[in-house]
């Protein structure tokens, strides 16, 4: 756990550190994007099997939360290729 909680953090922070150019922006949203489906996959997965709380559902919301986010916000921040 606290593995995975020292990689989240450490992805956060370089997205948060990123210059505010396009193309970084556009990676900052291809991380975010990233990790918010692969968490969400692995909670909508490990938890009907029962192998994690039925708590990380809340979880689950949040990332689709943020995958909302990360795609609305994209239509402004892509670069045009």
Not at 11 to 18: E, F, I, N
Not at 22 to 30: G, I, K
Not at 46 to 51: A, H, I, S
Not at 52 to 69: N, P
């Amino acid at each position: 756990m606290r593995t995975v909680a020292g990689l989240l953090v450490s992805g956060g922070l370089s997205q948060l550190r990123s210059c505010c150019a396009p193309e970084c922006l556009a990676q900052a949203r291809r991380t975010g994007v990233g990790t918010a489906l692969t968490l969400l996959a692995i909670d909508l997965v490990y938890v009907p099997r029962g192998q994690a709380r039925r708590s990380h559902i809340i979880d689950a919301a949040i990332e689709a939360g943020w995958l909302v986010a990360w795609w609305r916000s994209g239509r402004r921040t892509e670069p045009s290729v």
